[in-house]
């Protein structure tokens, strides 16, 4: 599975964005599939995830309540929604596929990684 992220910009706090991960190759509605951030000196962190289904979600507690993850099946994509942005959520995103059955907060859980986009969020 090959994934692409896309739709990271720059905006200013208190705005939206959508991120979306788009999914190359077989079997993509088999996969759970999550999004974590990265900002700069700082470690991967763990954002949300959405059961293969799309019946399941998974959030952070620093975006819970902000953010939403959904997934078209159909469209072999996952989105990230991301509302009432801060300047704390300026990273790079990262949309990720995992195994079947793991814990979906640690980047262990998924073996196949997108490249990531980019989003700022200016104060």
């Known amino acids: 599975v090959q994934l692409q992220a896309s739709g990271g910009g720059l905006v200013q706090a208190g705005d939206s964005l959508r991120l979306s991960c788009a999914a190359s190759g077989r079997a993509f509605s088999s996969y759970p599939m999550g999004w974590f951030r990265q900002a700069p000196g700082k470690e991967r962190e763990f954002e949300a995830a959405i059961s293969w289904s799309g019946d399941r979600t998974y959030y952070a507690d620093s975006v819970r309540g902000r953010f939403t993850i959904s997934r078209d099946n159909a469209k072999n994509t996952v989105y990230l929604q991301m509302n009432s942005l801060k300047p704390e959520d300026t990273a790079v995103y990262y949309c990720?596929?995992?195994?079947?059955?793991?814990?979906?907060?640690?980047?262990?859980?998924?073996?196949?990684w997108g490249q990531g986009t980019l989003v700022t969020v200016s104060s």
């Open positions: 990720a596929a995992a195994r079947p059955y793991g814990t979906y907060s640690l980047t262990s859980a998924y073996i196949y």
